[in-house]
């Protein structure tokens, strides 16, 4: 089922996107994984460095490139790297929100390369347009919004650690409260749910504790809809894989992404193991303090709307 099967070609990955998305932090852990790392490498010296004296290298290459690299253009800079010789490429593009990209540059107090005299937001729009070719030619696009940098790690040990038997699934949980899922190629609204967050002995617990799973599983709708998302999955996965998709990510959300979307993950990442796939899970919001103010409960609410009139 896997699009690229073992290779005898070293693989090179041009790592690009826009500033200030994780491009050091994913350069840094490829080179933990044993991958040659090189960054803001002129566009020229590309060939020469992956080939040497002559000789293409063995191990893999990852390049950072972005829009303070010397002869950096996204028109070409595609073409060019899937035209050298001896290697396997690819191109992951690195995406993040404006909104993010500006409270990181705030927070770090670092000028945007492409707006030395004007605000950060305008160098992020100057440079989201310039690099659309380059976003468009991507083999993967990695939206790094919502993810802090260990999770980027884990994400890219999921990804790049070695060649796997198959493409890299990943099941997600997250909270509609704090934002839809940006990394999801599926996702499933579990709101329609029962909110065990209303239950005082199950507030404090998640989704990964039996006594919630177990309170969701005593609701009739909760087995169907595993079932039929369980089937859909087993059905839709292999043709993404099919398609030349190499990573996929199915993301469960719930309000808070505590309880009803953990639980979903978990469940059906045991149920797809049992199929004979092999997913990581991941857990965006399962760290978040559970909070009235975000579970909204609508009788609840209707009850203190009733008290106000």
């Known amino acids: 089922m896997s699009k690229r099967g073992p290779s005898p070609l070293p693989r090179l990955l041009l790592v690009t996107g826009m500033s200030g ?8 852990a490829l ?4 991958w040659d790392v090189v960054d803001n490498l002129p566009a020229d010296l590309l060939e020469g460095f992956i080939h040497g004296a002559g000789e293409c290298r063995v191990v893999p290459v990852a390049v950072g490139m972005d829009v303070r690299s010397r002869g950096f253009d996204p028109q070409t800079l595609a073409a060019r790297v899937r035209g050298i ?5 690819e191109l992951l593009y690195l995406d993040c929100a404006g909104g993010e990209l500006i409270r990181r540059y705030d927070e770090t107090r670092r000028m945007h390369p492409l707006a030395l005299d004007r605000p ?3 160098g992020i729009a100057r440079e989201r347009a310039l690099t659309a070719p380059l976003k468009d030619a991507a083999d993967s696009v990695l939206d790094t ?12 040990m999921r990804r790049y650690s070695g060649d ?4 890299v699934l990943t099941i997600a949980s997250f909270g509609f409260a704090r934002g839809i899922s940006r990394t999801a190629d599926l996702v499933f609204d579990l709101r329609f749910l029962p909110n065990p967050h209303w239950v005082d002995e199950l507030r404090p617990q998640t989704g990964e504790d039996q ?4 309170y969701l599983r005593a609701d009739p709708s909760w087995s169907e809809t595993m ?8 059905d839709w996965i292999p043709r993404y894989w099919a398609a030349g998709k190499s990573y996929v990510t199915v993301a469960f959300g719930c309000t808070g992404g505590r309880h009803r979307s953990v639980a979903a993950a978990v469940e059906m990442a045991e149920r797809l193991r049992n199929a004979g796939f092999a997913p990581n899970v991941r857990h965006r919001d399962l760290a978040s303090p559970p909070r009235d103010t975000i579970e909204r409960h609508p009788r609840r609410e209707a009850e203190a709307g009733e008290l106000n009139e």
Not at 164 to 167: C, L, R, S
């Open 164 to 167: 796997a038997d198959q493409p």
């Open 145 to 156: 919004t919502d993810l802090k940098p260990a999770d980027l790690r884990d994400e890219l």
């Open 85 to 89: 010789p001896g290697v396997e490429a």
């Open 211 to 214: 006594a919630v799973r177990d």
């Open 31 to 34: 080179e933990d994984l044993g």
């Open 120 to 122: 950060a937001e305008d």
């Open 21 to 28: 998305a994780g491009k050091s932090t994913v350069l840094d």
């Open 227 to 234: 079932a039929r998302i369980e089937s859909l999955l087993i």
